[in-house]
């Protein structure tokens, strides 16, 4: 579920995640995840916006629509079946269970993206990781920004950045808390890390 040249094929994998919408159990899913409820729709925040997910889909909480990826994310994030607490440690995705798979996909789509993006713009970074509700990550892990971002409830990301300098281009790494398998799958939460990247592009402009 990253960028593709064919959307039909993910626009695709939301269609068959409706029936499991339609099925889920939101109400109970809410009060696990610490979701409140609007219209039977849990409200899911995700990167500083509202999401309504409900058994007909997943919309924007002011009417707007949500990005393909979004829906299809929340939607799995909904119907997953998450509980429980974080561990508040971070691991690589690799280290996560099965996270060898997308491991590689991921430091290059998403790793490497925001050190392009971001790279000699350190301010900006912040600037647009405050924008999304970003708090600083230092404790967790060093570089020359360290952020903790509440990607989702009970799912926050940890991202690490090192500005290039005279010997070595800059440098991104994410983290994700140790039981982030937990709340998605594999491949959704590597997707996670790619919404990152693409929420902070859109809050620099």
Do not use: W
Not at 75 to 92: C, K, Q, S
């Amino acid at each position: 579920m990253f960028e593709s040249d064919k959307p039909n094929v993910y626009e695709k994998v939301y269609q068959e995640l409706l029936p499991r919408l339609a099925a889920a159990d939101i109400a109970g899913a809410a009060k696990d995840l610490g979701l409140a409820l609007q219209d039977g729709a849990a409200m899911v925040p995700c990167f500083g916006r509202d999401y309504l997910v409900g058994k007909k889909g997943v919309t924007r909480a002011d009417g707007g629509e949500a990005p393909l990826n979004h829906r299809i994310v929340l939607a799995y994030y909904i119907t997953h079946g998450g509980r429980g607490e974080n561990a508040d440690r971070f691991v690589p995705y690799r280290e996560l269970p099965g996270g060898q798979d997308f491991a590689r996909s991921l430091s290059q789509i998403v790793e490497g993206r925001a050190a392009n993006s971001f790279g000699g713009k350190l301010d900006g970074l912040n600037s647009a990781a405050v924008a999304l509700g970003a708090v600083s990550g230092q404790e967790y892990a060093p570089g020359d920004l360290s952020l903790l971002f509440p990607a989702l409830p009970k799912l926050p990301l940890l991202m690490s950045f090192y500005d290039a300098d005279e010997e070595f281009p800059a440098e991104v790494k994410v983290f994700y808390d140790m039981t982030a398998p937990n709340f998605l799958d594999m491949e959704c939460l590597a997707v996670l890390g790619l919404l990152l990247v693409q929420e902070l592009e859109a809050a620099a402009g």
